[in-house]
């Protein structure tokens, strides 16, 4: 039996981990599909305090991980697919074929990239639709290429784009970009950088090959439509919380954002919310990680006030 079983590598699952390793509670890690989180898919991380510099998204997760691992954290390289409380108000997590016995859970399982709904685009994915600018940018020199969304993630996306594509548009579906001021006029200070405004992608045009040629646009002002050529598409409109395996198990947002009822913990008694699969406000890996501590010492009180430990 785990004291405590966290779910999620991102910048909130390490932090926990750090916390409860070093209370000495040896904690067992669920991976997850994407070790590391969102910040493994990102390049420079410019405001996480500590790194006058700045520091690179994976190399940070990687740091956090081996400082969690210094305190006797443990990882297994499975992602969780059903959480139960059971009658002697311990926890079974199931994942895949295996399964772990816990008596206090911390969910810290992020959130994902979310698509326009597009019928064509689960085959684009790897075809010229992507949601990674830094997994996949490098694929497309000197051709054109574009992102979708306003925020602080397009805007990212496409200053990083601009150092291998001949051409980034910007695709957003108002005239003004979301983004924090340092980022937006980063981007529409740049020359390679193009923003179309006020226009909604109604459809991913292919080649005979099924990779991207073009992408439709729809004006929301005039209505007129429009063609673009691009080689891939980058998507940055925002994220959908890892929640799907937990509906059953603790309250929900009417968008699937866990609910933290007191403090980190959920509606279930045992059960703590860490990062941004509980938080749609701020999103950042600094505020994740702040989470992920008080998810540690909520839980570690807990434990101690539960089951005497
Ligand atoms: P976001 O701030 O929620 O922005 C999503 C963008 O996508 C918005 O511009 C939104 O348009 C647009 N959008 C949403 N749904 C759409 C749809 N169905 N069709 C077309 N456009 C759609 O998301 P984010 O950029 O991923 O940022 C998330 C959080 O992380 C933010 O708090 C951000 O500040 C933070 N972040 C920080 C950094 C950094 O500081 N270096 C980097 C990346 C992200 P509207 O504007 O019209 O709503």
């Not at 390289?77 to 016995?101: C, I, M, N, P, R």
């Not at 090959?209 to 998507?235: A, H, Y």
């Not at 701020?282 to 101690?304: F, H, K, M």
Request: hydrophobic residues 40%; contains cysteine; negative net charge.
């Amino acid at each position: 039996m785990e004291n405590v079983i966290i779910i999620g590598t991102g910048c909130a699952g390490w932090t926990a981990a750090i916390y409860v390793a070093r209370a000495n509670l040896k904690p067992l890690v669920l991976a997850g599909d994407q070790i590391g989180g969102q910040l493994t898919t990102t390049t420079e991380v410019e405001n996480f305090p500590g790194f006058p510099e700045g520091i690179m998204g994976p190399e940070l997760m990687m740091k956090m991980q081996q400082q969690a691992e210094r305190f006797g954290t443990r990882m297994e390289y499975v992602a969780a697919t059903k959480v139960e409380k059971l009658a002697d108000d311990t926890f079974v997590v199931t994942a895949g074929e295996k399964s772990y016995e816990a008596r206090s859970i911390i969910i810290a399982t992020g959130a994902s990239p979310r698509h326009l709904g597009l019928p064509n685009e689960k085959e684009l994915i790897g075809h010229g639709l992507t949601s990674c600018a830094t997994c996949d940018g490098a694929f497309y020199p000197d051709v054109p290429v574009a992102v979708i969304g306003g925020g602080d993630s397009a805007c990212e996306e496409a200053v990083f784009l601009s150092k291998f594509a001949s051409k980034v548009y910007i695709i957003h579906r108002r005239d003004e970009l979301r983004a924090s001021k340092i980022m937006a006029d980063r981007v529409l200070a740049h020359e390679k950088i193009e923003p179309i405004w006020d226009s909604a992608v109604s459809e991913y045009v292919t080649d005979d090959k099924g990779e991207m040629t073009q992408v439709r646009l729809q004006n929301r002002k005039s209505n007129e439509e429009s063609l673009v050529d691009v080689k891939c598409v980058f998507v940055a409109i925002g994220h959908i919380p890892n929640t799907q395996f937990l509906v059953d198990l603790v309250n929900l947002d009417p968008n699937g954002y866990l609910l933290r009822e007191k403090g980190t913990q959920t509606s279930l008694e045992g059960v703590f919310a860490a990062g941004d699969v509980a938080d749609h406000d701020y999103r950042q890996a600094i505020t994740a990680a702040g989470l992920g501590c008080a998810a540690a010492l909520e839980a570690e009180r807990y434990l101690s006030e539960k089951f005497g430990d």
